[in-house]
């Protein structure tokens, strides 16, 4: 056996940082639910719901490769 640690690939700053990314994605298909216009072309499906949703993506990317403060 090697003397190699099992070590996770991101810290649990980045873990979280990556779940609180999934939380703001949700929340912003959620939003797009939430628009009482036809086929959701109001301001809730077509502005602020995608907004919202790229937003969580920005923060996943970043989670992914910000590197762990121990590093």
Same mark, same amino acid.
């Given at each position: 056996?090697?003397?190699?640690?099992?070590?996770?690939?991101?810290?649990?700053?980045?873990?979280?940082?990556? @779940? =609180?990314? #999934? /939380?703001?994605?949700?929340?912003? *298909?959620?939003?797009?639910?939430?628009?009482?216009?036809?086929?959701?072309?109001?301001?809730?499906?077509?502005?602020?719901?995608? @907004? =919202?949703? #790229? /937003?969580?993506?920005?923060?996943? *990317?970043?989670?992914?490769?910000?590197?762990?403060?121990?590093?």
């Amino acid at each position: 056996m090697s003397n190699a640690k099992n070590e996770l690939p991101f810290s649990t700053s980045n873990y979280t940082t990556m @779940l =609180i990314g #999934i /939380a703001v994605i949700l929340a912003g *298909f959620l939003i797009m639910t939430f628009d009482s216009s036809e086929f959701g072309f109001g301001f809730l499906g077509l502005t602020l719901g995608p @907004l =919202i949703t #790229i /937003a969580g993506f920005i923060i996943e *990317f970043w989670a992914i490769l910000r590197k762990p403060k121990n590093s």
